[in-house]
């Protein structure tokens, strides 16, 4: 089955947030390749969707996985879609991990 991969609002804030610590702290088109790479890693997800480490401690069905050492994206398989709550970069905690 292939799934469709969806970003909610949180994790498209939190693309946007990396685009610009990135383009801030190198280039433009050094941020614009990262968040393509990130782009191309979540369209993988339409046919492997179940990857990553589950963490139902923190919310049922949540899988956590790593992107090239910098990134954390966390997401749900729903159904025949994947939906990607956050694209956490540089070791930011989820949310529900700080109470917040």
Request: no cysteine; proline share 4%.
């Amino acid at each position: 089955m292939v799934h469709r991969i969806r970003l909610l609002p949180e994790a498209e804030a939190d693309l946007a947030a990396i685009y610009d610590y990135i383009r801030d702290q190198a280039s433009q088109a050094i941020a614009q390749g990262y968040v393509q790479r990130i782009m191309a890693y979540l369209a993988g997800f339409d046919t492997f969707p179940e990857r990553g480490t589950r963490r139902d401690d923190i919310r049922p069905g949540l899988r956590i996985v790593g992107f090239e050492r910098r990134v954390t994206i966390a997401f749900l398989v729903e159904g025949d879609e994947v939906v990607v709550s956050n694209i956490l970069y540089g070791g930011r905690a989820l949310p529900e991990e700080t109470g917040g």
